[in-house]
């Protein structure tokens, strides 16, 4: 059982360029949700989904798009980079809301040069 | 979305309890309290979850107020292994619209 696996798990990117990292589930979880963690902070909420077909705004959603055409994988899309952008970002999952215990991956790190 | 309050970081000698708290003064009837925590380097990973009694697990206890207006993550004896950033996240088990928000959590440091 893999859980929550994220691609690639580390990236360096020029400004202005696009790349989209992939989360992939074998839980068959409705809800998946992408966050980027700045060094010393907290996670922030980029965007999720709470089923197949469905994306909404989190906190910091500017700058990304997703995408969650199939229930098992959630796509973070970054259509010109920003040196801004440079974090680690993480995606989870959840069965349910309120109760299910959420999974992360173990993160990607992005940097942007 | 309803908010928790934890202190920046605390300390705490290896092999002795620890009480983490946290203060949701605006929690609704429908939030269940979370706990997860981060290792250096790593995802957060889930703890514990309750919603009106107290919850043991192999991992912690997690102690909720009569009002539940506060909750305390107890680690009943702490390892090295057991430093890391602490968060208690509000989850709402009738909104389909579930974001799990994070604030900045309790560093915890363990003195060997």
């Known amino acids: 059982n893999a859980g929550v696996t994220q691609t690639p798990k580390f990236r360096v990117l020029k400004t202005g360029q696009s790349m989209t990292l992939l989360c992939a589930q074998d839980m068959n979880h409705e809800y998946m949700y992408w966050y980027r963690q700045d060094p010393g902070m907290g996670l922030r909420l980029i965007h999720y989904?709470?089923?197949?077909?469905?994306?909404a705004k989190g906190e910091v959603p500017d700058g990304y798009n997703v995408s969650r055409l199939k229930k098992q994988n959630f796509l973070l899309g970054l259509e010109s980079a920003a040196p801004s952008q440079t974090s680690v970002y993480f995606c989870a999952s959840s069965y349910e809301e309120g109760q299910g215990e959420a999974f992360f991956g173990q993160g990607t790190r992005l940097t942007v040069v | 979305d309803a908010k928790t309050t934890q202190p920046n970081s605390m300390e705490s000698n290896e092999e002795e309890p620890v009480h983490l708290p946290c203060n949701h003064s605006t929690i609704s009837g429908t939030d269940y309290i979370h706990w997860y925590r981060q290792l250096p380097s790593q995802g957060p990973e889930y703890v514990i979850h309750g919603l009106t009694s107290n919850v043991n697990n192999r991992m912690a206890s997690l102690a909720i107020a009569e009002d539940r207006k506060s909750s305390t993550l107890i680690l009943h004896r702490a390892t090295l292994r057991d430093a890391a950033v602490y968060y208690c996240?509000?989850?709402?088990?009738?909104?389909?619209?579930?974001?799990?928000?994070f604030g900045k959590g309790t560093r915890l440091h363990i003195l060997p």
């Open positions: 989904s709470v089923g197949e077909g469905t994306t």
């Open positions: 996240i509000l989850r709402d088990f009738l909104n389909r619209d579930d974001k799990i928000i």
